[in-house]
């Protein structure tokens, strides 16, 4: 006769996924959020650069954020004010250039800008010997440094305004350094009337110290000194 198992139910703990900060913990006010989206249809490389775009803005962006040819700006707008999103970053090409224009909702201002060139991050990728890319590299929002902007002009303060809040704000007394892996940096040349949009990976590194005491510092392992008469041998080397 057939014997019947009876089979426990085993109930497993949904993972709840950590909540992002909705408030400044700086000003106070609510951390700026954006949308990266096309306005009509873009090839292929703007295609790629609006991606790269997106992970320039993490973490407090849509990186998936869907689009379709009967989008309107209204309907990004209808949607901006419940998702507490304060930006818009829009690619757009005409037939004689690409542009870009940053805006900031829903009542403005709103910048743009030709974009005169442009590197894709795969580009940079092939072009370095050793690309760093940690795992957490995206995980907090880059620094944002910006260099000859301090002219004067109106137009020029305006853009200092609007990228200095598109990322959220950070207590230089209380920001911990492992947290800063990323910078935009904006430099504007006077002569040129251009500015330069970069995006940098950066990492803390000790520094007037010899190359074995770098090492020492940043895998802290306990070097082999059993041969040696005096550590400062080790260090000399």
């Given at each position: ?92 090409k005409t ?28 580009d940079v ?16 929002a880059p ?95």
């Amino acid at each position: 006769m057939a014997r019947f198992r009876n089979k426990k139910k085993v109930f497993v703990k949904p993972v709840s996924k950590k909540q992002q900060a909705t408030v400044d913990h700086v000003t106070g006010d609510k951390i700026p959020r954006s949308f990266v989206f096309s306005r009509y249809r873009l090839p292929g490389p703007l295609k790629q650069l609006q991606a790269d775009l997106r992970k320039l803005m993490l973490p407090y962006t849509a990186l998936k954020l869907k689009e379709n040819r009967r989008n309107k700006l209204k309907d990004f707008l209808n949607v901006a004010g419940p998702m507490g999103v304060t930006h818009f970053l829009m690619l757009s090409k005409t037939p004689t250039a690409p542009y870009l224009r940053v805006a900031r909702t829903p009542q403005g201002p709103t910048l743009t800008f030709k974009i005169q060139e442009y590197s894709l991050a795969t580009d940079v990728v092939r072009s370095q010997l050793r690309p760093r890319c940690p795992q957490d590299l995206f995980k907090n929002a880059p620094l944002i440094v910006l260099s000859g902007f301090g002219t004067g002009e109106q137009h020029l303060k305006l853009t200092t305004i609007l990228f200095q809040n598109i990322f959220p704000s950070i207590d230089v007394n209380t920001v911990k350094l492992s947290s800063c892996q990323r910078i935009v940096l904006l430099n504007y040349n006077k002569d040129t009337k251009l500015i330069d949009f970069r995006h940098y990976s950066i990492r803390l590194q000790p520094v007037g110290v010899s190359r074995r005491l770098r090492r020492f510092v940043q895998n802290h392992q306990v070097p082999d000194l059993r041969n040696l008469q005096d550590g400062w041998l080790w260090i000399r080397k």
